[in-house]
Each structure stands twice: as structure tokens, then as C-alpha cells.
């Protein structure tokens, strides 16, 4: 009875002056929002690009993070493994095992050492690492006649032989020194091959490696003084190899990793014409149905005949009639919204104006329920980029001049702040407070360790550099 049609976008012009009340509220009968497939796919991808920041800006456990990028992967068996009692060929999980799979194809390897080498790269998780300890793997073995705890020793030489480099480390210090111990091996090659280049600083290589196996903690934690003195190097050593250590990669197999992102379609676009902004409805996300005229003159010709048959056709009206005003209470939201938010629009993040839910609410007439769930998970494309229609509410902070200042627009001037300073002698969160209380906002210091925090943007210790 429902069939699609082409249906054209609303659009509505923002203007300083506008009245926000263009239209009255409908008087139809709400509908429960569906569940929207394409929103849980937005909000796992959220949560799992979430946890691969956290994992990278993780800074707090010691020996297993270098500036908040680094984690140490060791001692993670793989969940819900079970023991497999002998040698058995890995199935590959992903194109990485793949990768590593074709690659001992191509070596002179026996049938054993290649059982072994599958054995292992069964526990090497999609960021390179062996999960697993040699010892747990010799005891699972154990039935294996004659197998040597060496050649579990030899086998895993060989994984690490192969491509990307650092791949089958057991932390992320292993997984670097064979990083760096490759790069060495290159550079060294490619002396050989041209006598007249210059040689690489031999020891730049030995330093990064004694950084590497000792002192991986002490580097995260910017401790550079304990560094010098334990290797007996200068600033300039230092940061030579602090560069290089830099340029290494501590997830290996990151490359490998098969992305399942599902790129965000914005439900409202904002775009500036004439000196004025235009909302409209991103025509891409609207349903076009519309009641198939064959079944409705049916239905007009044999009125009062099939009850069953007209029950359907007024249910199909409201459901065309709910969809039709669930958009129209998006449009109007994000009117309100870029009304109210007219500053963040012509200035930035850093204009933007305390606003909560309750003032949309009260000034569209609608429940402050119907505002949250009209701006969850909606998103708005804007000049800077595509943004949830929630980013636009907040808390906020008073000024010393008796106003408020949007707690969004404070972490805007903490990030502006931060990327502004000295990095040789970064600034303190009482020092921001400082800077903040000149520009007339009174913050107090947790609040902006909250903010910064929020922010990703680690303590004025591990800020500083050489």
C-alpha cells in the first residue's frame, strides 16, 4: 500500500533578526522513534574508535606506554581459547595471518618449524602481538615427542623475521627493539650498497636500544634527566633518539586491520548563502513514501465494504503522518538550535553560548524529552565539520562579569591555550586558570583538569619535550 516517491527537501533560512516560530507545533499524535540500524552501527563504531584512542593515549601503566600512544600487549591469552592438544594448522582470522601465513610458505623451513610458526601466529592478535608465552605453549605441546623448548625459541625468530617489523613481540619494547633492529639492518644494506653515502650514527642505534629495554617508562614519563645520566648522553643524543623511537610504529599489524567503519550521514546541513544560514534537511535520510493510488481509488470505490482495508489505509496515513512530523521537529530543533548558536556559526567553537535543553523545549513548545531524543544521535553538517546536534548543549561557567561562558567554548580556549604554549616549558592547569581569569572567565583548577582531561590532553609533565 506504501510506495517510495520523490519527495524534495525543506530547507530554512537563519537569519539574526528571524523569529525561530515559523511554525505551530502539529497536533497529530506522536510516534515512539524506531529504532534506526544505521545508529547502532554509528554509536559501536563510536565506541570502537573510543576504545583504540583510549588504548593509544593511555599513559598511567608503567613499563607499557611511551607519550600516551603505547600499550604493552603482553600476558593477553586469547578470550574463550581452548587448549589444542598438538600441532594443527592456524586458521588464518584475519588478513594479517594471512600475510604471515604466505609469507612462511616462501622460507626453507621443515614441515615441523612451519608447524610451530602456524602454531604461534594462531595467538598473534590484529595489532601484531603474541598473546601467548612460550612456556604456555611448550606445556600445551607437551605430548609432541621430542619437541625442544628452543625450537619454540626459533620458530618465534621466525615469525619476527617476517613483514611488518616488530610483528609476534610479546611487548611493546620487544616489539620496538625489532623495529629498530630492522631499520639498522636497512640502513646498513644500503651503506654496502653505496660506500659514498654517510654512514648512519652506529651509536644513535645502540643508545635507542638501551632506551628501549630499560628505560621505555622513564621516556613515556618524560623523565629525561634519569635517562641522560643512566646512558651518559647529552640533550642533543637524546633527542636524536627520542626522534627515531618517534618514528617507529607500536602497533604493527594496524596496517592488516579490516576497517568496518560506516561513514556518518549528516541529518541536517547548515551552509551559509547571501550572509545567511540556510538549515535543511539532508534529503538522503528522509523516507520517500507515499499511499499507492491504486489501492487508495480501490478503497474510494468500495468505500465502506472492507473494514479490514480501510483500517490499513488509516494506518498507513499515520504512519506517513508521523515520519512526516519526526523530521519536521528535527528541522525545527536544529533552526532553533543555529538561531540560538548564530556566534559558534560565524566565529567558532570558541563563540559558542551556554544552552541546555530545557530553552529549546520551552521556546518550540515541545517536552524537553522530545528535544533529547531529537538530538541524539542526529547530526548536523556544519562549515567545521559534522557535529551531533548534543554538542551544542552544555553546561557553563560564570564570568566575572556576571554572565556565563559555555563550557564548550572554555575547552576550546584550553586547546588554543595548550597548542599556543613553549613545549620546552609547557604551562599548568593554575597557570591556564591564570589565563582564563584575564579573558574574564573564573574557572576554577579541577575544572580545568576536567576539561583538559575531556580533551585527550595529557598533564603539563608529560607535555614537555627536549
Known sequence: ?????????????????????????????????????????????????????ALRDSIDTAGQNWEGDWRDNS?????????????????????????????LQLTQASERDRNLVLWLIDYVNENGYLTIELEEIWETLSETPELEFEELVSALKLLQ????????ARNASECLQLQLRDLQATQQAKQQACPTSSPENTALYGHCQQVLARHLHDLAQKDFNKIKKSLGINDEQLKACHTLI???????????????????IPDVV??????????????????????????ASILRAHRGQSSQLSAQLQ??????????????TILRVSQAIVQRQIAYFNSGETAMQPLVLREIADELGLHESTVSRVTTQKYMLTPYGMVELKYFFGSHVSTDS?????????????????????????????????????????????????????????????????
Open 315 to 328: 494506518e498507513a496515513r499515520w504512519l506517513l503522518k508521523n515520519i512526516q512530523q519526526r523530521f519536521e
Open 402 to 466: 556576571g554572565g556565563q561562558a559555555s563550557s564548550t567554548a572554555i575547552r576550546a580556549r584550553i586547546k588554543q591555550l595548550i597548542a599556543a604554549e613553549d613545549t620546552a616549558t609547557p604551562i599548568s592547569d593554575s597557570q591556564i586558570v591564570d589565563l582564563l581569569g584575564k579573558q574574564g572567565m573564573v574557572v576554577a583548577r579541577r575544572t580545568v583538569a576536567k576539561y583538559r582531561e575531556s580533551l585527550r590532553i595529557p598533564p603539563v609533565n608529560l607535555r614537555k619535550s627536549l
Open 161 to 168: 623475521s617476517f613483514d611488518p617489523p616488530g610483528v609476534g
Open 75 to 103: 600476558g593477553n591469552g586469547p578470550d574463550g581459547e581452548e587448549e589444542k592438544p598438538g600441532l594443527q594448522l592456524a586458521a588464518p582470522e584475519s588478513s594479517l595471518h594471512q600475510h604471515l601465513i604466505e609469507q
Open 270 to 295: 547548515v551552509t551559509r548563502k547571501a550572509g545567511h544560514w540556510h538549515v535543511a534537511l539532508n534529503p538522503e535520510v528522509m523516507p520517500k513514501l507515499r499511499i499507492n493510488d491504486v489501492y
Open 246 to 264: 618517534r618514528s617507529l610504529e607500536p602497533f604493527p599489524g594496524g596496517r592488516f586491520r579490516q576497517s568496518e567503519e560506516t561513514p556518518l
Open 1 to 53: 500500500m506504501l510506495e517510495l516517491a520523490e519527495e524534495p527537501a525543506e530547507t530554512t533560512e537563519i537569519q539574526h533578526n528571524s523569529d525561530p516560530h515559523t511554525e505551530q507545533n502539529s497536533q497529530a499524535p506522536s510516534s515512539q522513534e524506531p529504532a534506526q540500524n544505521s545508529e547502532e552501527s554509528q554509536e559501536t563504531q563510536q565506541e570502537k574508535a573510543h576504545e583504540e584512542f
